[in-house]
């Protein structure tokens, strides 16, 4: 039987972490054979197939595939670039994550919040070779896309003040993704129209800054049972 010191419990599953304060059981006078001896909680899982999934997965992500090599292909062919081929990959792998996200789930609106913001990052980059002033990705889409994701977010978690700890990791991912328009461009040297990428940034810093500050004991126990370290 495992145990843990800093707990004062005997564990009588295998596990590699003490379910309760998340130490690494071998570092704490546990050794992995005393993990092996442990009796499993639940059956071991086998190795899934390649081709494991559901019939929507393999019927959009096989049909992307092909579609987004026929078009690089076409386009390398007739015009020697792939400027317009990248928008459409992008925009199909967009509808793939909206589509599993709003058919799949039901419910986890930060978590679709988060996920749609990175990837309509990717596809709003991608317009960067059609647009005829490139610089307005970080002057105003990308600003105006991590701001409404911040204030959306934060709109939730206020409703759903009595269990906001789940999602707080969200809203701090978006939080820093608003510091990006800014930041680049500082980088290429763009200073024309700042102020919205700015006011944004600012923005993501106040609300990092103030969920650490009254929820900095609840985001470590997140990142404690997320990552177990």
């Known amino acids: ?30 050794s992995g054979d005393d ?13 899934l197939p390649p081709l494991s999934g559901n019939l929507f997965d393999k019927i959009y992500l096989y049909s992307w595939l092909c579609l987004s090599v026929s078009f690089v292909i076409a386009e390398l062919a007739l015009t020697r670039s792939v400027r317009f081929s990248w928008i459409t990959i992008t925009v ?19 978590q679709k919040v988060t ?13 960067r070779s ?16 991590y701001l409404v994701s911040t204030i959306a977010i934060a709109v939730f978690l206020i409703i759903n003040f009595k269990r906001p700890n789940r999602y707080l990791l969200n809203i701090i991912t978006v939080a820093f993704m608003c510091s990006i328009p800014f930041l680049a461009l500082v980088i290429i040297h763009e200073y024309r129209s700042f102020i919205l990428s700015l006011i944004t940034m600012v923005i993501g810093l106040a609300v990092i800054i103030g969920t650490i500050a009254f929820k900095a004991k609840t985001i470590i126990g997140e990142l404690k049972r997320k990552f177990h370290f």
């Open 92 to 110: 199909l792998l967009y509808f793939y994550i909206l589509f599993r996200l709003v058919i799949r789930s039901g419910e986890y609106f930060p």
């Open 115 to 127: 996920a749609h913001a990175l990837i309509l990052t990717i596809v709003i980059y991608s317009l």
């Open 35 to 47: 993990i092996k001896r442990t009796a499993r909680a639940y059956p071991p899982r086998g190795d």
């Open 1 to 30: 039987m495992l145990r843990c010191p800093y707990c004062n419990v005997d564990i009588s599953t295998r596990t590699e972490v003490c379910p309760l304060c998340h130490t690494r059981l071998t570092d704490v006078g546990n």
């Open 130 to 145: 059609v647009l005829p002033e490139p610089v307005i990705i970080f002057e105003y889409l990308l600003p105006v896309l």
